[in-house]
C-alpha cells in the first residue's frame, strides 16, 4: 500500500525516545492505520519488530492469562517470534489487544517492572474494551488517537509542492486563483476517498473512483461485521438502526439527532446504549447542544440535544449512497446532501486539532451556531458553508449576544480576515489553529 506521511508518525518517534516511556496504546477506528504505522514504527525506528495478533493467533491468550511475570511472559513470546525480543531495540507489538483482556492488564506489569521493553499495543474495539470496569491500569500506558488521513496529509502525497505552500501560507490574505483552484479540485478528490487509508491509496494517483468506491464499500461491510461479532445480541439490530439512520439525520436542515429517525415508536433509553457502542468503537463523533458559550463548555451542556457525525466524510458519503459525481459541482461542493459533508468534514478537522470536544448552539429557534470551538480561553463560534453562499443571521446574532473577539465562517470563499470574521476555506480547515495565531488570538 502507498505510503502516506502522517502527523501522527513525530509523536509516534517523541514516545519511542522519551525518558519515563510508558507501554503505548493506539486507539482508532476501524482501517485508519494503527497496524500500518505499529508495523513502519518498528520496521524504521527499532532493531527488531515483533509482532503479534490476538485476533489472527488466539491461542497467544494463554501467554498472558496464566502468569503476570513480564519476564516469563517475554521468555513465551520470544519461543513464539523465533528470536529474543530484547530491551529498547525490538518494538513489542500487541495487535487486536481488545481479543485479550490479561494482555491489557499485563501493560501495568511492563511498565512498573520492565519498563526498558517498548511495548505497543492497538485495537480496533479498544474503547468499547476499556469502558469496561477493571478492565485496565488506569495511569500506566500512553494514549494516543488514531484519526483517518487529513486533507493535509493527502496533499503532501498527491501534490507535494502545493502542500508546501499552503504551510508557509502566515497572512490572512486571498490566495492567487492558480492556487485556490487547485486546492479546491484537490479537495473534491479528497472527498471521494475520505481519510481512510487504503481507499485514498486507491484513489491516488490515478483518481481510480471505482476501486475507491469498492474500498469503501468493503469498510462499511467490515464495520456490519463488527457489530454483529462484538456487541452484545440485544444491541446488534439497535446499533444497525442507528448507524443507517445517520445520513437522513443530517440532512434535516438543523441535524439535531431524532429517535424517530432511527425507528418510527423509538424512545431515547432503547438506543442510548447503540449510540454509545458506535462512539466507543470510534466510528461516530457526537457533538451536544451548548446552552450557554461559556467554560467550561462541559458545564453548559444539554444532555438530551446532540447531532451525530461520522469518524470519516468518504464513509458518510458512501453510506448515504451518495456518487462521486454529485461532488463536480465548483459553486457548491455538496449540492445534494445540504451541506452535511461539509460540517463532518470540518468537525473532523477541528477534532484532532482541539482538545475540547466542540459543541454547537441555538437561538430561540431563530439561529444555529454549527459548531463552538474552545481555543485558549475564549469560545469561537463557527459556522460551515457548503458554497458560496455565506449569507447567514446565525454568527450575527451569536456575535451581538456575546461579543467573541473573532467569529469563523468554513466556505469555498477565499482566505479572508474582516471586521472579526475570518473565512477559511473548506480545504484549509486543517489549518485553523494557525490561522487564529497569525489573527493574534
Known sequence: MREFNREIQARLLQWKNGPNRKPLVLQGARQVGKTHLL??????AFTEMAYFNFEEQPTLKQLFENTKDVQHIIQNLSLVYGRPILPNTTLLVLDEVQECNAALNTLKYFYENAPQYAVAAAGSLLGI??????????????????????????????????????????????????????????????????????A?????????????????????QAYSLDFAKHAPTKEIARINHVWQSIPAQLA??????????????????????????????????????????????????????FKIYLADVGLLRKLAQLPPN??????????????????????????RQFEVAPRYWTSAGNAEVDFLLHYKNEVLPCEVKAGLNTRSQSLSVYQSAYQPPLRIRYSLKNLDYNDGLLNIPLFLADRTQQFLVAAGL
Open 200 to 220: 485514498m491509496a486507491t484513489l491516488l494517483p490515478t483518481v481510480d473512483v471505482q476501486a475507491t468506491e469498492s474500498i469503501l464499500k468493503d469498510i462499511l
Open 39 to 44: 508495523k513502519q514504527l518498528g520496521n524504521t
Open 252 to 305: 434535516r436542515e438543523n441535524k439535531k439527532f431524532l429517535y424517530q429517525t432511527v425507528k418510527t415508536g423509538a424512545r431515547a433509553r432503547e438506543y442510548e446504549d447503540a449510540l454509545l457502542w458506535l462512539l466507543q468503537a470510534g466510528l461516530i463523533y457526537k457533538v451536544p447542544l451548548c446552552k450557554k458559550p461559556h467554560l467550561p463548555l462541559s458545564a453548559y451542556d444539554d444532555l438530551s440535544a
Open 326 to 351: 454529485a461532488l463536480e459541482n465548483t459553486q457548491s461542493l455538496f449540492t445534494e446532501f445540504k451541506g452535511a459533508l461539509a460540517e463532518n468534514y470540518v468537525l473532523q478537522s477541528l477534532a
Open 129 to 198: 474494551t476499556l469502558s469496561t470496569p477493571g478492565s485496565f491500569p488506569v495511569g500506566k500506558v500512553h494514549f494516543m488517537e488514531v484519526y483517518p488521513l487529513s486533507f493535509m496529509e493527502y496533499l503532501q502525497a498527491a501534490n507535494p509542492t502545493l502542500h508546501q505552500y499552503v504551510q508557509q501560507l502566515t497572512t490572512l490574505a486571498p490566495m492567487p486563483d492558480i492556487f485556490f483552484t487547485a486546492l479546491q479540485a484537490h479537495f473534491r478528490h479528497y472527498s471521494i476517498s475520505g481519510g481512510m487509508p487504503e
